[in-house]
């Protein structure tokens, strides 16, 4: 019994420094496998596994979104290095507003700060999108400034989805496209009869970018969760085990090198 025990332990102590040494091996392998292939110019990212990564940590849901938060600068790095220009992440979704008032609160203060310090390194430029109306005013106040600090540090767009939902997204659109025509003394047939996708994509939060080639979820779950809904048609999905505090540079060149194995056919 002692003996089982012990090497249990040996294995334990063992298994992290084998990983040291194989993960950038394969790294540098996962590399060569992209070698020249196209990367995604947008890629979007499900931050989905913090309270779950806490509880399997022993700590808190707080300790969860935290650790999350310090994984994004990791991130940003990555999709440097892959010359990927523009990365939505979604942070917040509408029904998270709907969480414990008490974690809601300690989460958005610890969003807040999260864009706080990236725009602190004056690498990227920061958008704020989703129903910002539905957030606090003090949340409000400090995206904006932190959009207005980051505007022309243009490295990496990052878009940072709060109080983001799919298809408040996309009711919004419409109701912002009906709004534009009857400022336009349009009549109602004339709004009916222009409404188009190249219209509704011009009222959207993310309406001047591209879409997404490559969507990313970590945890394991394999659905979008209404995340970029309008945007997703014609993207890439993967999906990863991993929750995201442990997401790792493998796991994402695994995600770019999984994209330029498949044929985008763009449903023709």
């Not at 490295?155 to 009711?171: D, F, P």
Request: glycine share 6%; with cysteine.
């Amino acid at each position: 019994m002692a003996s089982s025990i012990a090497s249990k332990v040996l294995r334990d102590q063992i298994k992290p420094v084998v990983k040291s040494l194989i993960y950038p091996l394969y790294e540098k392998r996962l590399l060569r496998q992209l070698g020249n292939k196209q990367t995604p110019d947008h890629v979007g990212v499900i931050l989905d596994g913090n309270r779950r990564w806490a509880k399997n940590n022993f700590g808190r849901a707080e300790d969860g979104h935290r650790k999350g938060a310090e994984k994004i600068i990791e991130l940003l790095n990555w999709c440097e290095e892959a010359d990927v220009s523009i990365i939505t992440l979604w942070l917040l979704s509408t029904d998270n507003l709907n969480r414990d008032p008490e974690e809601l609160d300690a989460l958005l203060k610890i969003i807040a700060s999260a864009v706080e310090y990236l725009v602190a390194q004056q690498r990227w430029e920061i958008r704020a999108l989703g129903a910002l109306d539905l957030l606090p005013e003090w949340l409000q106040k400090r995206l904006d400034a932190a959009q207005e600090e980051s505007k022309g540090c243009s490295t990496i767009i990052v878009n940072v989805a709060i109080g983001y939902g799919g298809r408040r997204e996309i009711v919004d659109a419409v109701r912002n496209y009906i709004k534009t025509g009857i400022d336009d003394q349009k009549s109602a047939s004339e709004i009916a009869e222009q409404l188009s996708i190249s219209e509704i994509d011009k009222h959207l939060y993310t309406k001047g970018s591209p879409d997404p080639e490559l969507v990313i979820r970590t945890s394991g779950e394999q659905r979008l969760s209404g995340f970029l809904l309008w945007q997703s048609a014609h993207s890439e999905f993967y999906f990863c085990e991993a929750y995201w505090p442990d997401f790792r540079r493998v796991d994402f060149l695994r995600a770019l090198r999984a994209y330029a194995q498949r044929h985008r056919r763009f449903g023709q």
